[in-house]
């Protein structure tokens, strides 16, 4: 069945066509299926045709919606669908709600096209005829695998596409070209907002194949200094080559994040995965020490979190996301080191309890493994990991000692019920059956009652 959104765009064409105008596909969806790809995003741009005369044309076809009447962006109810008019738009500040928007419904293709960040992104298709309309190049750029700028004035007006460039570029794969670099690299990011820099930087740890890409791309261009200085840190950071032949931190960083894009599938929660293998090591650039001429960063877990909160909070407020990662890069290194000693499955038990989301904890350790630039056999450790955390699951699902099974026993609520909770949720970690670590836990309550009581 043919996308609905798309049947309306073409309804909406022929009847714009019989005022005069014309309807064109515009960005993503455009560029998408040029490469053969998918594209929900459906968003037209309607020429020719006055504001009023194309409000009247959505009113007769559905409810009418204003994104933006001002800005000349319309929807449609039930429909996801962006009904945008040509306009032009003029920088009145450094910020990105810094813009005088005009719109302009006879600014005519070219003129409209001019606004787009990327050549690749400044293509048309009419909707009713499917002709493309490129004035800049970009099915060649395409062609070519080229992120390059569409115009040096309208582009540096909103410095968020300098994060926009390395995003396309990690995402699909490409090149910026040369003068691109040159411009952004000019280009100061200071003012952006945080949580633009985070959708950025989402859409290249959760879309790109290799995301090291996107940090590759901002380091040719000098821009990881403000908003990815604990990024920024670890290029140059040294390690023991015995355990790690890629090279510095930085190297390393970048190998555990495009090995984590392969994973990211099965994570739980996949955009909080994929940071943690971003901060996983930021402990190092303050943790490194010469051993006797062997380079070490031990207690690089604990370093890295007070590095990965000042990273994080610049970019969002999400403070279960902040807990996720701090957990995450706290507890990293204990799989792998457990599974090389065989530790006993209660510390396996604990250490899953501690974990905010185990499943993803082995995740990451698997990337942190494979993110050294050699060949190994990861697949034995990692179907050791996995039976440890099957019997943690399993010893989780056993009944366990609760405040009602203390007070059915005969003890009163008081404050030391949560001491005596936090005992039997350590027997229960030991896998202690329920009936035993019930008589060892009002034991426990006996005693310790008796020793606060005065004689």
């Not at 894009?261 to 943690?276: G, H, I, V």
């Not at 001429?293 to 007070?306: D, N, Q, Y």
Request: charged fraction near 30%; include cysteine; proline fraction near 4%.
């Amino acid at each position: 069945m043919q996308d609905p959104n798309r049947q309306m765009a073409w309804r909406i064409a022929e009847q714009v066509a019989q005022h005069g105008g014309r309807v064109y596909y515009v960005g993503g969806l455009v560029r998408d299926g040029l490469l053969g790809r998918e594209s929900k995003d459906v968003d037209i741009e309607v020429h020719g045709i006055t504001p009023e005369v194309l409000e009247g044309i959505l009113d007769s076809l559905g409810q009418r919606t204003e994104m933006g009447a001002s800005f000349g962006v319309y929807g449609l109810k039930h429909f996801d669908l962006d009904i945008a008019m040509p306009r032009k738009e003029q920088a009145t500040g450094r910020g990105h709600r810094d813009f005088a928007v005009f719109v302009d419904p006879f600014l005519g293709t070219e003129k409209a096209a001019r606004r787009r960040d990327f050549t690749v992104n400044a293509l048309m298709q009419d909707v009713l005829t499917g002709e493309v309309v490129d004035h800049f190049g970009g099915q060649e750029d395409l062609k070519r695998g080229i992120v390059r700028h569409v115009n040096d004035d309208s582009f540096a007006e909103d410095p968020l596409r300098v994060l926009r460039a390395a995003q396309f570029a990690a995402r699909f794969g490409f090149s910026v070209a040369e003068e691109t670099v040159s411009l952004c690299a000019r280009m100061d990011l200071t003012a952006l907002a945080g949580e633009r820099i985070m959708g950025e930087l989402e859409k290249a740890l959760e879309k790109a194949p290799r995301p090291s890409v996107f940090f590759e791309v901002l380091r040719q261009m000098g821009q990881l200094s403000h908003w990815f200085a604990e990024v920024e840190a670890l290029i140059g950071v040294p390690q023991e080559p015995r355990f790690h032949p890629e090279g510095d931190v930085w190297n390393h960083t970048m190998l555990v994040l495009d090995q984590a894009a392969k994973l990211r599938d099965q994570a739980k929660e996949p955009a909080a995965f994929m940071l943690s293998a971003l901060c996983h090591d930021f402990g190092k650039a303050d943790a490194l020490q010469d051993d006797h001429g062997r380079i070490r960063a031990l207690g690089h877990e604990e370093a890295g979190i007070p590095r990965a909160e000042a990273f994080l909070s610049g970019i969002t407020r999400e403070k279960r996301l902040h807990r996720y990662v701090a957990n995450m890069v706290l507890l990293h290194m204990r799989p792998n080191i457990m599974a090389e000693q065989r530790s006993r499955q209660k510390s396996f038990c604990h250490l899953f309890d501690e974990s905010v989301c185990p499943e993803d904890l082995l995740l990451l350790a698997k990337a942190d493994a494979l993110g050294r630039g050699i060949e190994q056999d990861y697949a034995p450790k990692e179907a050791y990991l996995k039976e440890k955390l099957a019997a943690f699951r399993e010893i989780m699902s056993r009944p366990f000692v609760q405040g009602a099974d203390l007070i059915a026993a005969g003890f009163s609520p008081g404050e030391d019920f949560g001491d005596a909770l936090a005992y039997a949720h350590k027997l229960r970690l030991a896998g202690v059956k329920k009936e035993d670590a019930l008589r060892q836990t009002a034991a426990y309550v006996q005693k310790e009652r008796r020793r606060s009581t005065p004689c």
